[in-house]
Each structure stands twice: as structure tokens, then as C-alpha cells.
């Protein structure tokens, strides 16, 4: 006769239980999910119908010096913040600056699926079109790899004749992108959008991102940042790489595997193309000198030829001039 415990009795209900709990949390989250997608191609298309800003509300912004003043306040307290705060590595900057953009996503979406035609709402919005046409998060990586290129083939020996607008462009960019993202923090601060939950976070994730930015647009005092591989920095009151720029340029790369043993990872890339260019030059000059004697040829039966002035060296004198 077998024999039914209490116990299995219960767990196996608490088990059923729990089972239908999870089926049920799991079809709320996907249809929220669901739900999400939705509305958010709902704001796409909203803003893809509203793409003339002139249709859309924006007399809270308009003239508003109230607004502006206190916006550029607070873009210079984030950017004076940053002097003092640590520059972010890479990868916390990128966490921090898809977090911020999913924030500025969220509370576009909440305002929209609250009322699209809300007044406030609706500022915000066109608020955020305005400065998006300046600079977007598109815009700013577009120009992150167009630099990445440019800083590429100069490694390689290979500068480009557009090198110092990619790199100019770069850091523009850089500086257009925190003031955007400082503004429109403000701005949904200033009509109430922003959660209450989520402040503290997102002012903590601003700083680090406008840290980040403006050092790499040449904002801050330290006058070097990092991109890739490469180490930039200069010595000029004006920003590098622009035409009326008087001072000198550096650019170290990191030290790669195959110049390890020959050169020193503190030296200039164009110091090392120059080093390599004069150990082949002394190299060709030696296999001449051998063949030479070997044929009991004079050296002097030749004009010399000076070839300091090699094309790597030519480089050289171009980087110090733009």
C-alpha cells in the first residue's frame, strides 16, 4: 500500500505554484517587452512625423533666458567637476554613455506614452531634435572611427591628406556631445521628467561621461588624451589640428610587438620610422661600402648622395608643422 506524506504534498503544490508564478512573471515580461518595442516605434514615427520642429511645441524653450541661463550654468559646473574627476578608462565611459542615452530614451518614452501632446513633453522633445542635429551619438562615433583610421594609417606610414580634420572633427565632437548631454539632463530636470530614483545615478554617469569627453575634445587643462592606441598631446594655448595652431604635436603609440626589441615605446611613431629609415640607410651604405672594396672600386669614384631628407623625415618636419 503506498503511502502519500504531507510533505511531498506540499512541495509538490508549492512547486506547481511556483511554476505558474514563473509562466506568468515571464508572459508580464514579455509582453511588456512587447509593449516597450511597440511604443518606442511609436515615438520613432512621431518624431519622424514631427522631423520640421517648427511643429512641435517648443515656447517653453523659445526665448526662454530663464532656461538658457541656467543651462549654461550647469553645462560649466559639469564641465569645472570634470577637471577634478578621475578620466574614465574606454570601457567605463562607453557603459556610462549607453546608460545615459537609454535614460534619455526612457523618459522621452514616458512622456510620450503619458500624453504626446503634453506642452512640456513636447519642449523636451524639440529641445532634444535641436541639439541632435548638431551633434548625435552617431555622429560622434562616426567621427570617433573616422579618427581611429586617420591615427591608423599614420602608424602605417601612411598619413592622410584630411589627417588634422578627422582628428579636429573628433575632438569637436567630443566637446558637442557632453554640453548635448548636459542640456537635455537639465532641461528634463527643469520640466520634472527625470525620476527620482534615478538622479543621483544619472548625475554620477554625467560626470564621468563629461569627464571623458571634454578631456578628449581638449576642454579640460591637461592638454593629452588617449584614442586607440595612440597618446595625443601638445603644447599650444589653441586646440591641436586646427590651421592657425603654432605649437608642436605629439603622438606616442603603444609599444607593438615588432618594434619591442629595437625601439623604445617612449620614442615618436615618426622617431621610430625615422630610427628605422636611418638603420636601413646605414645598412645599404655598408652593403656598399662591402661591394666596393670587394671590387677594389674607390668610394669616392661616386658623388654622394644625401638622402637625409627621406620621406620619413619628411613627415617629421610636416607633424611639427600641422
Known amino acids: 500500500m503506498q503511502v502519500h506524506s504531507p510533505y511531498n504534498f506540499y512541495f509538490n503544490s508549492a512547486n506547481t ?20 518595442v511597440k511604443t518606442k516605434e511609436n515615438l520613432y514615427e512621431f ?33 569645472n567637476q570634470a577637471k577634478n574627476t578621475p578620466i574614465s578608462s574606454q570601457d567605463e ?23 504626446m501632446n503634453d506642452k512640456e513633453f513636447q519642449n523636451l522633445l524639440s529641445g532634444y531634435m535641436m541639439t541632435n542635429r548638431v551633434v548625435s551619438k552617431q555622429s560622434y562615433e562616426d567621427s570617433t572611427q573616422d579618427a581611429l583610421q586617420a591615427l591608423s594609417r599614420l602608424k602605417n606610414g601612411n598619413k592622410s591628406d584630411d ?14 556631445l557632453a554640453t548635448s548631454i548636459s542640456g537635455f539632463f537639465y532641461q528634463a530636470e527643469y520640466f520634472n521628467k527625470i525620476p527620482q530614483n534615478q538622479k543621483n545615478t544619472i548625475q554620477n554617469a554625467l560626470e564621468k561621461v563629461a569627464s571623458y569627453l571634454f578631456n578628449q575634445g581638449g576642454a579640460l587643462d591637461n592638454k593629452s588624451f588617449k584614442l586607440g592606441d595612440a597618446t595625443i598631446s601638445w603644447n599650444g594655448d589653441d586646440l591641436p589640428f586646427k590651421d592657425y595652431y603654432k605649437g608642436e604635436v605629439q603622438i606616442v603609440f603603444t609599444k607593438s610587438a615588432s618594434f619591442a626589441s ?15 629609415d636611418k638603420l636601413e640607410k646605414e645598412n645599404q651604405e655598408l652593403k656598399t661600402k662591402q661591394a666596393y672594396n ?11 648622395t644625401d638622402s637625409t631628407d627621406s620621406i620619413m623625415q619628411t613627415l617629421l618636419k610636416e607633424s611639427k608643422v600641422g
Do not use: W
Open 93 to 115: 565611459f562607453q557603459a556610462n554613455l549607453d546608460f545615459l542615452f537609454n535614460q534619455m530614451e526612457n523618459i522621452l518614452l514616458q512622456g510620450f506614452n503619458e500624453n
Open 294 to 304: 670587394a671590387y677594389g672600386i674607390p668610394q669616392n669614384t661616386f658623388a654622394k
Open 262 to 276: 629595437t625601439f623604445d615605446s617612449s620614442q615618436t611613431f615618426f622617431e621610430v620610422l625615422e630610427q628605422r
Open 47 to 79: 518624431i519622424k512625423e514631427y522631423s520640421n520642429i517648427q511643429n512641435l511645441d517648443s515656447s517653453l524653450i523659445i526665448g526662454n533666458d530663464k532656461l538658457h541661463k541656467g543651462m549654461m550654468e550647469y553645462q560649466e559646473s559639469i564641465k
Open 163 to 176: 589627417f588634422k580634420q578627422k582628428l579636429s572633427d573628433y575632438m569637436t565632437n567630443s566637446n558637442a
Open 17 to 36: 505554484a511556483n511554476t505558474a508564478t514563473l509562466a506568468t512573471q515571464e508572459k508580464n515580461e514579455k509582453s511588456i517587452k512587447q509593449d516597450n
